[in-house]
């Protein structure tokens, strides 16, 4: 059974940075489009980053210059280091990707990982 497993969220100040991990574990051929998506209280999951095995890159505005997303294809892992952040930036942070097994190929999520932004 392949799954994402997240790690890295957690409380910062204001300006502060933090990193998330999340991999790719299980059967599986390889790892395609890899991704962070958000969701604040009360508001609808919204893009944060996305990066192609082939590492093309994707952000969304309220991040760019902010935040760096990467991939390191022979781990099936994707991160996002997050410098200054914001009072905004607060949200369960989810990861997602398409997988390739044998005779499958699929999305699938991580179970999420909350950011709190706050002093």
């Known amino acids: 059974q392949v799954q994402l497993v997240e790690s890295g969220g957690g409380l910062v100040q204001p300006g502060g940075s933090l990193r998330l991990s999340c991999a790719a574990s299980g059967s599986m051929l390889r790892v395609d489009r890899m991704a962070w998506y958000r969701q604040a209280p009360g508001k609808e999951r919204e893009s944060v980053a996305s990066i192609t095995r082939g590492f093309v890159i994707n952000y969304a505005e309220s991040v760019k210059g902010r935040f760096t997303i990467s991939r390191d294809n022979a781990k099936n892992t994707v991160y996002l280091q997050m410098n200054s952040l914001k009072p905004e930036d607060t949200a369960v942070y989810y990861c997602?990707?398409?997988?390739?097994?044998?005779?499958?190929?699929?999305?699938?999520w991580g179970q999420g990982t909350l950011v709190t932004v706050s002093s």
């Open positions: 997602n990707a398409f997988i390739d097994t044998v005779g499958r190929y699929f999305e699938l």
